[in-house]
């Protein structure tokens, strides 16, 4: 019975929760932004100045026209900083302005920095892919997790549901509320470990984020340290990524997040992302996202060997690549276009290493062409209904510089 009214009481917070972000006040965003808005742009190789003033204007314009608060990007090349730039406010009622060194919430492109600490960790001999993770973590709480593996949680293929398919429905209602505080990856386990299985691991792909989550856990137990204090040791502190941390994490430079809609917009409401850091709970600036991806071509951070297991779209049981060319940690594709640009074709066929975010109030975007050691990173502090009305803006951002890098690939006949 007290199981039950806990979870009607829950329930209650949160449709007054959903009916206070439908009804409460909305300010003219279509004014704010007319009026002229702030812009910044830091060129780090002077031979890219001119790829630079293209990328900046096409950012100005991908912020008026998709009515963004603000919008930041960041490009890199063979592990150096080419152009980072920012447009926009980072708080509209402060009119404070945007900057490359803004952070954002980055949603599931947490998931590919959760990769980056794991590759580390293989890379340290730590940790096994294969190896079933009772071994790593014996105080696991459903005894069903115990012969999964990381390779199957960092590939959506161990069966866990996602956060529309929990039937954990008291962890369900929290996770829809993102107001309970975890000060533990183990703790956070809570919210799903009595949910049940889709499928057998390895039979199927169900993309999710709390597979992500155990398996923080599962690398906290292997590493004997707590897994915000290992991320910062073994990435931020070596990278040098200032801004990678929780996203509840309170900084001078963090954004202020928002609803928009129809030229208008209204704070987010406040939301706690500590039961998903792996998953979907950090935060990062657009400059560093881009030194992270960059940091996957440097073999003294994370081998070759190793990165080539983390960029293989993984295989199910019955030997064909899963459903969303999902490898640990990212996505892997190979398309004649740049993502979201179908009507602007390459010349030839190009694979792209990448993981997108949506969180709460905020986007996120992280892409790398690994034939190039291209990176390109973009983030902004709304939701856009359609991920493509957000990411596509990437690609503009994109081209000046791939046509100075690689103008092979170009298309003659398209807008590049």
């Known amino acids: 019975m007290k199981k039950r009214l806990i979870g009607a009481a829950v329930v209650l917070l949160a449709g007054a929760a959903v009916a206070w972000e439908l009804l409460s006040g909305w300010t003219n965003l279509s004014a704010k932004l007319s009026a002229g808005v702030p812009e910044q742009t830091k060129v780090y190789q002077p031979e890219f100045q001119v790829s630079a003033e293209q990328a900046i204007t096409a950012l100005k314009q991908s912020q008026q026209q998709g009515q963004f608060p603000a919008l930041t990007a960041a490009v890199a090349w063979r592990g150096q900083l080419l152009w980072a730039g920012a447009v926009g406010y980072a708080d509209l009622e402060s009119q404070k302005p945007a900057s490359i060194e803004s952070q954002f919430r980055i949603g599931s492109t947490s998931k590919a920095v959760t990769a980056t600490a794991l590759a580390r960790a293989m890379a340290a001999g730590v940790i096994e892919l294969d190896t079933p993770i009772s071994r790593y973590k014996t105080d696991l709480p459903n005894s069903l997790w115990q012969d999964l593996t990381l390779r199957q949680l960092m590939s959506h293929t161990a069966g866990f549901p996602g956060y529309k398919e929990n039937t954990d429905w008291i962890g369900a209602v929290q ?14 386990l809570s919210l799903f470990d009595e949910s049940k299985l889709l499928f057998p691991a390895g039979t199927d792909f169900h ?18 340290t707590p897994f915000l204090q290992y991320l910062d040791a073994q990435v931020s502190q070596p990278l040098g990524l200032s801004s990678l941390a929780a996203a509840e994490q309170p900084s001078p430079h963090q954004v202020s997040f928002y609803m928009t809609r129809d030229g208008y917009a209204k704070k987010h409401r406040e939301v706690n992302l500590s039961q998903r850091w792996a998953g979907g709970g950090l935060a990062a600036s657009s400059v560093d996202l881009a030194v992270l991806g960059s940091a996957w071509f440097n073999s003294d951070f994370i081998p070759a060997a190793v990165q080539q297991q983390f960029w293989t779209p993984q295989k199910l049981r019955n030997g064909e690549v899963n459903e969303q060319s999902y490898a640990l940690g990212w996505r892997n594709f190979s398309q004649k276009h740049l993502f979201c640009d179908k009507e602007n074709p390459l010349s030839r066929t190009v694979s792209f290493v990448h993981h997108g975010g949506v969180s709460s109030g905020a986007q996120s975007w992280l892409v790398i062409y690994p034939e190039l050691q291209l990176v390109v990173a973009m983030n902004t502090n709304t939701v856009k209904e359609n991920y493509c009305d957000f990411a596509k803006q990437a690609a503009l951002i994109t081209r000046p510089f791939l046509q100075q890098i690689a103008p092979e690939w170009v298309n003659k006949t398209s807008t590049l």
């Open 207 to 224: 993309y999710s984020s709390f597979d992500v989550n155990l398996a923080s856990a599962v690398l906290q137990s292997a590493v004997q």
């Open 175 to 188: 996770t829809l509320l993102k107001q309970a505080e975890f000060h533990d990856v183990h703790d956070a």
